[in-house]
């Protein structure tokens, strides 16, 4: 069955970021994707100069209200990334809402994009539109740990930490959450990172992932915890691409959020594992690589995308 995807994020001309990071391995996955570029711009804004232009809220009204009078706004997911305008992320809610009553059934995928490291990169004003309307009707939420934080107000120092903050965010709507990142001791050295998934499963779930039942039949919330390789290189998009990669592997995988976060985390170990090798190639013997150098390897990770090879195991905790 033909699955359709509405993904509202940046375009770049050159490389790639926001819907040149989601759209390309959707594709290749089977989705079929249609993509409303919240900016245009020449390249990321990690490069020395960018030009282009931006969406407003009224100009991303038009272009949705143009897709309902051709009556084919029917959807199965949404995904969403990077803005930084309150009324535009206010418009992106109402358009969710409007396409949920359509189908209840639509799954609502959200990187809620607020910063990192103890410090935001999005103007103040996001932070309460986020958390009252945004987290409120999404489904899935890929949060690092600096934002799971700001949404709940609880600070993660252990591993209990991190599942009550999970807790909390599948309190305000959504029922998977996938913390990407986080400062949390890894079990395999210093070189590694540690993420967190939690699926809860109710009534009003919209994908079931594999619950675990006790013996009285009640059924509790299934998480894992991922551990990941660190890569000493700033990469732009990749973020892009792991909500893209969990909207696949979660779609393809509904009864088995270990497996669906082992196949997301594996395509980005490989996408980035290619990047940066190339990179380096073009940089030469002990030179950083530039921002152009380190543009994501995708095309050329296409077959990692379709089955990429488990390089990285989850391990299911309670």
Avoid at 203 to 208: S, Y
Avoid at 236 to 256: I, K, Q, R, S
Avoid at 296 to 315: F, G, H
Wanted: proline share 6%; charged share 20%.
């Amino acid at each position: 069955m033909e699955c359709r995807v509405l993904s509202i994020q940046s375009h770049v001309v050159r490389g790639y970021v926001g819907n040149k990071s989601a759209s390309f391995p959707l594709q290749v996955l089977g989705f079929e994707v249609d993509s409303i570029n919240s900016v245009q711009f020449s390249n990321h804004t990690g490069y020395s100069h960018w030009k282009g232009q931006v969406l407003t809220a009224d100009e991303l009204h038009v272009l949705y209200e143009g897709i309902k009078l051709n009556n084919v706004h029917q959807y199965d997911y949404v995904l969403t990334g990077y803005t930084r305008d309150t009324s535009f992320l206010e418009m992106v809610v109402d358009i969710v809402q409007e396409l949920k009553r359509a189908n209840p059934n639509l799954v609502y995928v959200c990187d809620p994009v607020l910063g990192d490291h103890g410090s935001m990169y999005v103007p103040q004003n996001l932070y309460p539109v986020y958390k009252n309307k945004v987290v409120p009707v999404a489904d899935i939420i890929t949060p690092n740990q600096f934002e799971a934080e700001l949404l709940t107000g609880k600070n993660i120092s252990t591993q209990k930490d991190a599942v009550e903050v999970m807790d909390l965010l599948h309190a305000m709507g959504p029922d998977t959450v996938v913390i990407t990142s986080s400062d949390l001791p890894p079990r395999l050295g210093d070189r590694f990172l540690v993420s967190l998934g939690s699926q809860r499963h109710g009534n009003d779930a919209k994908i079931f992932f594999r619950v675990q039942v006790r013996p009285d039949g009640s059924r509790t919330t299934q998480r894992v915890r991922i551990e990941v390789p660190k890569v000493d290189a700033v990469f732009v998009g990749t973020g892009d691409l792991f909500a893209a990669m969990l909207l696949a592997w979660t779609h393809h995988y509904p009864n088995d959020l270990k497996t669906a976060c082992e196949k997301t985390f594996s395509v980005m170990h490989h996408v980035i594992q290619r990047t940066i090798s190339y990179a380096h190639e073009l940089a030469g013997p002990g030179r950083r690589p530039s921002p152009p150098q380190l543009e994501l390897r995708m095309v050329q990770s296409k077959a990692d995308i379709e089955d990429p090879a488990i390089v990285t195991e989850a391990t299911v905790i309670s």
